[in-house]
């Protein structure tokens, strides 16, 4: 199944590199933000006192949560594009392990997103003279790769089941939209600056949490607390994932 | 090869409505080590979900089959291992080139790299494939992805490949240079061929052997020769003025021997157990009336024809009055 893994992991590496282009589209989004709006968003925080750090060490570990968040939900349009030109078929009529299928996959997303999540930091390092300890940045590193297995498992499992080209981004924007609202990415929901009842829902939004640890560990805070929470999230949630999907290859039919 | 005992399939309809759709009714099918077996049936019938069965991409509702030497139900790892598939809508990705797809093929089925790509120089060779491996398969013709498809089924030795619907969607003369390289892989490699097909032509051109398949059971086997012979007689149709329809269909109603007329304005079909010897009967017969016959053919019964006799429907009827199950899969 190692084996198994590594081919397919392998495979869709080298389709990527072979436009590394879209590595770069991909980040286009996060990137606008981190110029068009970041600067705003820091003098507004910084001044209206909102953050006990620089603006810059809110901004960007949240949008390299957002672009994993985002990026790797798309990832299922690959498969429902394997599964019309019959990939998907020619590849389960092989003696290949299903959850090799899926793992693969999802390793190469997940490598991709922490490859971008760089390119990102980077930037804000070099333009924006962000200040986040090399530890810090790492972990946060690890947590997006976790995100993008989650989301990525995920999306190859609702495609598999939708299999409609038309349903599936309607459906993944009618559940990203609140979740990327909810888990403060822009402006972080605290108990002080929220009312109450939004405060409450976004605890409900584990993404949130995830967000959180992001910013936690991009500034250095390695405690208990600061930690904690969203890590055992993003663990759960990846473990809850790979299982779904991997569920999904394989039962049959699908 | 293959041996299948009462394989059913049945698909539950979408929806609130509810219901079955009966796939696959009960299929009985033995296949010999070397044989080259068409399934032949129209749209509809059955063929592709029974060779989905075949295959392990779908789980049987009943019965019990053995593959390649190995039980459906109990080993299908042991089935995929020693099997090759060509889907009807091929299996190469788009953005992927030739060489990675071989490969990627063969090492999934545990070769080595270089067993691979031994294998695949030699089946590049064999199906015009040489000097492809670096091309995307998105920017090969039709009937090169074809064939790329035929090697990808191929790579890892099997000996026995299943073709669905090989020649779909392919110009007159790919198809007929894609028959040649199936008789030559087979003649080659000595691999068992079971393929699907609604042609006629080509459960003809290829098959030792035809399975009939019609809503989702088996309705008649044997060589194309064996079922022809169960048609009787050749057909011959005549056309003339309409006017005269009724007197020249009387006059050929007293052929010995002729059957099955269908008469309608300017035109009678009928079969006649020997259509050379009659043909100068009937219009020695129609000119001593006055009749003139404005066209005639006489054709040697085809597969078509022992469709119509099996089911009392033509091929192309069946296709279109087959009521379409929800199609559990796409290509």
């Excluded at chain 2, 080595?112 to 089946?123: D, E, F, M």
């Excluded at chain 2, 044997?222 to 057909?235: C, F, I, M, Q």
């Excluded at chain 2, 085809?302 to 899969?329: I, K, M, N, Y």
Aim: charged share 20%; glycine share 10%.
């Amino acid at each position: 199944m190692l084996r198994d893994t590594w081919l397919i992991f392998r495979r869709d590496m080298v389709g990527a590199l072979r436009n590394p282009a879209w590595l770069l589209i991909g980040i286009m989004q996060p990137l606008l933000y981190l110029f068009f709006f970041g600067p705003l968003l820091v003098k507004t925080l910084n001044a209206q006192g909102l953050s006990d750090v620089d603006g810059w060490m809110v901004l960007t570990p949240a949008l390299i949560a957002q672009l994993a968040l985002f990026g790797s939900s798309f990832v299922g349009f690959s498969l429902l594009a394997d599964f019309r030109s019959g990939v998907v078929e020619r590849l389960r009529v092989t003696p290949v392990s299903r959850a090799a299928l899926l793992l693969g996959k999802v390793l190469a997303n997940a490598l991709q997103a922490v490859v971008q999540s760089i390119l990102i930091i980077v930037l804000a390092y070099l333009v924006f003279d962000l200040n986040a300890p090399v530890g810090g940045v790492l972990l946060s590193l690890l947590i997006v790769f976790l995100l993008a297995v989650t989301l990525a498992s995920c999306s190859y499992a609702l495609a598999l089941t939708l299999k409609s080209e038309q349903s599936f981004p309607a459906l993944l924007n009618a559940v990203l939209m609140p979740l990327l609202l909810l888990s403060g990415i822009l402006i972080p929901i605290t108990a002080g600056l929220a009312p109450k009842w939004l405060y409450t829902i976004s605890q409900i939004n584990p993404f949130r949490h995830v967000v959180d640890v992001e910013r936690n560990s991009f500034r250095g805070d390695f405690s208990m607390d600061a930690l904690f929470t969203g890590s055992v999230v993003v663990l759960v949630m990846a473990v809850l994932a790979i299982w779904w999907g991997t569920r999904t290859f394989q039962r049959e039919n699908a | 090869m293959i041996t299948a005992r009462g394989l059913e399939r049945r698909f539950r309809r979408k929806g609130r409505s509810g219901g079955e759709v009966h796939a696959v009714k009960g299929v009985d099918l033995d296949v010999e080590a070397g044989e080259l077996v068409g399934f032949l049936g129209p749209n509809g019938a059955g063929k592709t979900t029974t060779l989905r069965m075949l295959t392990t991409l779908l789980k049987p509702s009943a019965g019990t089959a053995t593959v390649g030497g190995h039980d459906l139900l109990a080993d299908p790892l042991g089935v995929r291992r020693n099997i090759g598939y060509v889907a009807q809508g091929g299996g190469s990705a788009p953005e992927s080139r030739v060489d990675e797809e071989i490969e990627l093929q063969g090492r999934l089925y545990g070769m080595s790299k270089a067993a691979v790509q031994a294998r695949g120089a030699l089946l590049a060779g064999q199906l015009d494939l040489t000097g492809l491996g670096g091309r995307l398969t998105k920017t090969l013709s039709g009937g090169q992805r074809r064939r790329l498809d035929i090697a990808l089924g191929l790579v890892h030795s099997p000996g026995l490949v299943f073709l669905d619907e090989p020649s779909t969607g392919l110009d007159p003369q790919s198809r007929a240079n894609l028959w040649d390289h199936i008789r030559r892989l087979r003649a080659e490699h000595g691999v068992t061929i079971f393929l699907t097909t609604h042609y006629l032509d080509e459960a003809d051109a290829l098959a030792d052997r035809l399975i009939v398949i019609d809503d989702g059971r088996i309705v008649a086997e044997g060589t194309p020769d064996s079922l022809k012979a169960r048609v009787s007689g050749d057909g011959v149709v005549v056309g003339v003025e309409p006017e005269v329809t009724t007197a020249a269909a009387d006059t050929a109603r007293q052929l010995t021997g002729a059957h099955d007329f269908d008469v309608e304005d300017g035109l009678i079909r009928f079969r006649v157990p020997r259509g050379d010897t009659a043909m100068p009967e009937l219009l020695r017969a129609l000119d001593a009336k006055g009749i003139v016959m404005s066209s005639i053919q006489v054709t040697r019964p085809t597969l078509d024809d022992v469709f119509l006799t099996l089911t009392g429907r033509s091929l192309r009827d069946a296709e279109q009055g087959a009521p379409q199950p929800e199609v559990p899969h796409v290509a």
